[in-house]
């Protein structure tokens, strides 16, 4: 079956410093989504991405979608406190796969 | 719109007890799903339903039953609770088909059982 797989899976960046996470799936993916899911809350929809090499960019943030639509990243640019919580990933099917998450804590 | 709801926010219970964790959503969202997170985990699908009357197993189902027998309503069924059960659930609903196919969740039900 399909698999989403997400590295790192843990990153402590000092705030104001870069931060990347990677979204890896066995199978090609119609579309790939990203949740973020703040300490005790529940997942929430950040953004869709749907066609091939496609960029999109949500202020810090900038997403992008692979050529061969089997992989996604997730850049966030000058990190601050208010982007603390772990990031997911999920291949665009009925059966939406998350990935393994990507849990970002900021050294002030 | 409430969006997705659970309840209950928080429960206790003993092994071998049942219980049902009730989800419901008022968008008519044709897709609903069942996950839980183990802590500092990921999500991991238990059932999901693809409209009323239709239900079909995820990555890990054993334990758990469901029923969809409209369309805002999807309930999770506990039938003998076990440790290995203690988890947060989150219920899920989407409409696939519109192009973005964006999930709303709601807010979990922690559940512990001893």
């Known amino acids: 079956g399909q698999q989403v797989m997400q590295i790192p899976q843990y990153q402590h960046v000092q705030e104001g410093e870069d931060f990347t996470t990677y979204c890896n799936s066995s199978t090609t993916l119609s579309n790939i989504q990203w949740y973020k899911q703040r300490p005790g809350g529940h997942p929430v929809f950040l953004i869709q991405?749907?066609?091939?090499?496609e960029v999109k960019k949500q202020k810090r943030l900038t997403f992008q979608f692979g050529e061969a639509k089997k992989n996604s990243s997730l850049h966030i640019t000058a990190t601050q406190t208010t982007v603390v919580g772990t990031y997911f990933c999920t291949g665009g099917n009925e059966k939406l796969t998350f990935g393994t998450g990507t849990r970002l804590t900021i050294i002030p | 719109n409430a969006g997705v709801t659970q309840t209950p926010k928080f429960r206790i219970l003993k092994i071998g007890q049942s219980m049902t964790l009730q989800c419901t959503q008022d968008?008519?969202?044709?897709?609903m799903y069942w996950y839980r997170q183990d802590p500092g985990m990921g999500l991991k699908l238990i059932y999901y339903?693809?409209?009323?009357?239709?239900?079909d197993k995820g990555e890990v189902p054993n334990g758990y039953n469901v029923s969809r027998s409209t369309t805002e309503d999807f309930p999770l069924r506990l039938e003998l609770a076990a440790p290995s059960q203690t988890s947060v659930y989150f219920c899920?609903?989407?409409?696939?088909?519109?192009?973005?196919?964006?999930?709303?969740f709601g807010p979990g039900t922690r559940l512990t059982v001893l």
């Open positions: 968008m008519n969202h044709n897709y």
């Open positions: 899920a609903s989407n409409k696939i088909g519109t192009g973005t196919d964006t999930q709303y």
């Open positions: 991405l749907v066609k091939s090499g």
């Open positions: 339903s693809v409209g009323a009357g239709i239900t």
